[in-house]
């Protein structure tokens, strides 16, 4: 069993899911944003890779994707900041 279905599975309340892109707002937040959303409570979190064609985002996600990608985010760099 994964881990998503063991928390839907086991969590007795509402589950708390944040979605955030890697990257932004500055280049070196990913760790620390991970850190305070655990401390905050937060069940599952999602981390959105940033693409230089987002055309299936919305707006919001479209302009943090575009800002990680000025801050030089790429796909190394997040595995890395995720160890």
Do not use: H, W
């Not at 987002?54 to 800002?67: F, H, R, T, Y």
């Not at 801050?71 to 595995?79: P, R, T, V």
């Amino acid at each position: 069993m994964n881990r998503i279905n063991q928390l839907l599975q086991t969590k007795k309340q509402d589950i708390l899911s944040v979605y955030f892109t890697a990257g932004y707002p500055n280049l070196n937040d990913t760790e620390n944003i991970i850190i305070e959303l655990e401390k905050a409570g937060v069940d599952l979190i999602e981390i959105g890779i940033p693409f230089s064609d987002p055309l299936a985002d919305g707006p919001v996600i479209q302009k943090s994707s575009e800002k990680a990608l000025q801050n030089g985010i790429s796909l190394k760099l997040i595995f890395e900041q995720l160890k």
